[in-house]
């Protein structure tokens, strides 16, 4: 997201990243055992992370709300990453997540099968007046690491 339609640097894709749209197991929308759909996460509230980096990212996720009618409760705003994974855990609502990047994450949450995810890039990005010779190394070693 930060690097769209930057006319200044440079960026190549390293892998693809999944987003996952998920519910804390503790929620009581899951404890109810009722079905979730749009209508029923309308109960729940969606943890956003307020900072800047994730601004992008929460704009993105509004506009996908709009577009599929799906209204949370309220949305909470954690301070950090660390925070919004926590309240996940806590069971105080649901969130876009990349589940590969907290694994011990999998254990606390349900994934949502709405069609709410996306799929987005790990990317490299330098300054495009960075001539730096080993740039083109570094990406061939982390694309290999990254498959």
């Known amino acids: 997201f930060e690097i769209k339609d930057r006319e200044d640097i440079y960026s190549d894709r390293l892998a693809a990243r999944q987003l996952e749209f998920v519910i804390g197991k503790e929620s009581p929308l899951v404890r109810s055992g009722e079905p979730i759909n ?5 109960s729940e509230a969606y943890i956003a992370v307020t900072d800047d980096n994730f601004k992008i990212a929460h704009e993105w996720f509004i506009n996908q709300c709009e577009s ?7 949305i909470l705003y954690a301070p950090n990453i660390s925070t919004q994974r926590l ?9 876009l997540v990349d ?49």
């Open 99 to 147: 589940l590969k990047n907290t694994p011990w994450l999998k254990d606390v949450v349900k994934v949502i099968d709405l069609p709410m995810g996306n799929t987005n890039w790990l990317c490299a990005a330098w300054k495009k007046e960075n001539e730096n010779p080993l740039i083109h190394y570094f990406l061939e070693i982390a694309q290999d690491i990254m498959a």
């Open 87 to 95: 309240w996940l855990g806590a069971g105080m609502g649901t969130a």
């Open 38 to 42: 749009f209508d029923t996460l309308t």
């Open 68 to 74: 599929t009618g799906y209204r949370p409760r309220e």
